[in-house]
């Protein structure tokens, strides 16, 4: 069986770090394009962060850039997103997301696995 499975989220300081956790099953992730995405409440689901199928290339989104970092082990079959500096408006439900038609993508349509989301909340 196909799945990601997240781990990772909760309740966070402002300034505080959150290190998430997406284990994948049923497919190798090293022969995927793999994706961190987040959704806040009434706002679309937007790209955090991608990694390209051969690790040589990371793109991290807007404010993700310097704060968060994206990486991938291969000989645990899982992917990470370890974020830094954690502010009120990164609060939202985070995705792990692969993708085997592609290079890397920062988009959410060419994803075709998903995890089931871990709610992130910023808060003093």
């Known amino acids: 069986q196909v799945q990601l499975v997240e781990s990772g989220g909760g309740l966070v300081r402002p300034g505080g770090s959150l290190r998430l956790s997406c284990a994948a099953s049923?497919?190798?992730?090293?022969?995927?394009?793999i994706g961190w995405f987040r959704q806040a409440p009434g706002k679309k689901r937007e790209g955090v962060s991608a990694m390209a199928k051969n690790d040589d290339d990371t793109y991290y989104v807007g404010s993700a850039e310097g704060r968060f970092t994206m990486s991938r082990d291969n000989a645990k079959n899982t992917m990470y997103l370890e974020m830094n500096n954690l502010k009120p408006e990164d609060t939202a439900v985070y995705y792990c997301?692969?993708?085997?038609?592609?290079?890397?993508?920062?988009?959410?349509?060419?994803?075709?696995?998903w995890g089931q989301g871990t709610q992130v909340t910023v808060s003093s």
């Open positions: 997301a692969a993708a085997s038609g592609i290079t890397m993508a920062t988009m959410p349509d060419p994803y075709e696995y």
């Open positions: 049923g497919f190798r992730l090293d022969d995927y394009a």
